[in-house]
């Protein structure tokens, strides 16, 4: 269904971009196929031509996926959507959409471990250079790594391990006043928590594996444009790509195009040649999850805050970070960014030293020790001997996390059996 647009979220969620095939299937169909068949050969040729939109070959598009993709950016409040195979992949195709060998792209230094080894390592592979800058002092940090040849800023509204909130419109003015397009994560927040959009993001990306999912089954991800971000990009010096003839699409100048042209590229350039595409199977996976999204991020929050509450008081804890605590720093930047001043899942604190960190993980019963986040399960894990393991000292710091560091993603059990399976790991 084409859903107006005056539609909450929460319905949304339930029923954008689906209408009904002949068969009024009320769950969304599975187009378990690989290619389409033609009517004749002159819709072939418009089709490859894009002269008419439609089905070609299900790396590029598919029904399923489609109705997922449409489902969410309305519910991002986004004007369109691409899905990829991961979070991961739809980073990385949202960061080389805009940058090529000789360009620089700018990252937040509170992002996931995996984003942030993308920029440190593998972008550099490809002749993008990856610069820092400091989250927590955007003002002072972010002009002064900006150049002509800067073509994205990336962050994440609430960061992963790290917690905490990015003051998103200080980032967008920057960006705004450079001509450069902001890539924002949202997928700790979640967009019934966190609307990048309104203030000023350009391009949003999820993980669809964590919370939108929220049963740890399905890996997807999705890269989101905002409303007219055509009119940002078309005649922008900084995007070359997309305002020349593209050599690998006969001359293709993506700019002239009456469509969505961000997306439209992620389409005809990266999935088409490089082929990180969503298997149906896994939309319809996801497409479950987002249709009770909006009540798990609730629990999932209020959990948080009663396990952050706990531990904020025990005597053997020490700091415990997790941003819907009014003494946390980011409180404030939570109350103007987030809905309800829910603060998703994500908590982390210090025990009393690294064997008590360790015994903590092994004496819970509940908690699984897993590396993953947004599960409907309660999920623990040791960053120091895991997940940052490969980091030296100063890097941990700098990741801001210590040999003490547990962190906790809160599922949708029982908050008061939480409570009691940590109180009686943490006193063992
Ligand atoms: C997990 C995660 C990713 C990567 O997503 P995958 O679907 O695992 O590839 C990216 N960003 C954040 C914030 C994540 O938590």
Redesign the pocket.
Known sequence: MTMKKTYSQSTLALHAGYEFDTQRTISVPIYQNTAYSFENLQQAKARFGLEELGNIYSRLTNPTVDILQRRLASVEGGAFAVCTS????A?FYALVNCAQNGDNVIYSNK??G??QTLFCHTLKRFGIEARVFDIDDIENSLPKVIDSNTKAIFF?SL??PQISIADVEKITQIAKKHQIISIC?N??ATPFLHHPFEFGVDVV?H????YVNGQGNA???IIIERDGLNAFIKGNARYGAFNTPDASYHGLVYADLDLPIFSIRVLIEWLRNIGATLSPQNAWLILQGLETLNLRITQHSQNALKVAEFLEQHSNIGEVSYPGLSKNPYYPLLKKYFKNSYASGLLSFEAKDYEHAQSICNHVEIFKIVA???DSKSLIIHPASTTHSQLNADELKDAGITPSTVRLSIGLECAQDLIEDLKQAIEK
């Open positions: 991961s979070g991961s992949a980073l992002i996931y995996g984003s994440e960061s992963n994560d997928t700790v990306t993980s669809l594996s964590k890996l997807g991800g993953n986040l947004g």
